[in-house]
């Protein structure tokens, strides 16, 4: 005999799934008690955003499906955010959240919400509530495969406490013990040999790098395509941006789509890679693509496929396997000949071909700034200087991360893992979940001094797990995004100076205070040889740090 619970972590663990992230409470008293066998581990996490972040990095970070366990309807709430930003990452996630006794429904009992389900089906791929005990092994099992199958995302499963304790008929026990069947999306090879050719005839293609390849192994593939048929590149759009998708730093690279970029503005044929487009942030105006410019769009979303801008070709299909076999047809296919190819070059450089540096680099501005303080250009630089060459980054820098993008060198084994989801709070933790998933990298969380806040008790479990992560705090005093929103909205607040809602001051936040608080060693830093010294410091370490660096608040707005 064995129960639903037993059962259910018999089904992780047949899938290959050795921890659950999590907060209990009694209800999932029997869950809890089954995660003490041989292959599972619990991570006890101080607040269910901090769960949902650190198994989503954790599952990037492998490759897999990351799983947390929850108390109740309390206890689902505390997710909805990162579930929101997992949701738009489209990042495979299992939530299994205790529910109440079957038979107190509707009695008006503790904790009680009706329909769990409801709670977050907006926000997830599925969401169901166990109606039978057998059922949970079931839908456990099939909760890893809709979290896995294209697009990804999260599956919440409610399951009620006595269903939980249930012992199982035998012919329940080992019946979905086994690992959830993957999707392969093969792209056609013919269309891609019509795509190949598209893009070696165009005269002024575009390559549009997305999400979907960072998440892949195809990018050094993809740089090959795109030197050998010397097509410019840009990546998704900055705050949509959540993998690196091509080597920020290679000189075909003209940075993040904006449609002021001189090379989307006239190109004949755009091949979109795993690209979304868009994610609207504001009503644009003007088109974001030249009508006329014939499109291509292939990726694993069909929704995505053309919603915006229509397409001459959409190929519903995994970006990496598209781009292996874009690589193959290099060695078969007819490329554009000599000089056609050297047109194509200096487009594609968008810069003088003699010049080493890049373009984007020089752009970035990084004058003066008040003394106390370091331009988070400057800080950037260094850290790409002095952070290991396969360093991964975890982003949640909001109006800095533009920054990241353009002066820290994100390329050659680099990794970086952003949110495109907008809900503040999943920086920190993930970057333990990443860390967790890459022991053999060194992680470093890039956050802003106000997201860090929203889950800064991830600290904790960095020191208690003992995981290397360096969180670096991007401090400029507040939350800058709404300060500058406030300045560009320029009504009351503009012309009387006020900024309400928008600085952490009085009290400042002592950072390395709450740190050390969480057992993690902290530092401030002042100037960019500071910054130096404290980077060094982390790094000699095998334990985590928190460097609290001080950015002029004025480059923001
Ligand atoms: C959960 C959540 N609450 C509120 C917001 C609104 N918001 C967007 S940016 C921002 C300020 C972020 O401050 P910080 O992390 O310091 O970055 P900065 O704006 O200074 O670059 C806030 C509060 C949000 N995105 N998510
Ligand atoms: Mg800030």
Redesign the pocket.
Known sequence: MTSAAREAIAVLKANGIDRIFGNPGTTELALLDATVSDGMEFHLCLNEGVAVAMADGFGRATRSVGVVMVHTSVGTANTL?NLINLRSDRSPLLVIAGDKDDRLTGRGCFCEVPDMPGLVRQVTKEAWRITLPEKLPELVQRGLKVAKAPPSGPVFIAAPENYLQAELAPEFIGRHARRADDTTMRVHPEQLVTIFNMLASAERPLLIAGNELGASDAVPLLVKIAERLCVPVVGEEVFTTNALNFPTDHAFYHGNFSPTLPVVRDPDVVLAIGARMFMEYGWPGEPYLRPGARLIQIGRDAAELGKLYPTELALLGDAGDAVRGLHRLLATQTLPAGDRLEQRRSRARGRPASSEENPRRALASTGPTPAGSMHPGRLLTLMSEILPPDVAIVD??????GMMQSHFRLGGHRRYFGTSG????WGVPAAVGVQLGMPSRRVVAF????????NIQALWSAAHLRVPVIVVV???????????GLGQFDQACARSGRYP??A?SGPEVDFCSIARGFGVRAVIVNSEHEAVDALRWALDSQEPALIDARVAESV?Y
Request: net charge positive; aromatic share 8%.
């Open positions: 955010t949640e820098s909001v109006l800095s991360k907008g809900g503040l709070g956050v802003g001094d106000g997201g860090a806040l929203f991007v401090n400029n005093g507040g939350y800058m995004a709404v300060r500058r809602g928008s952490l923001y």
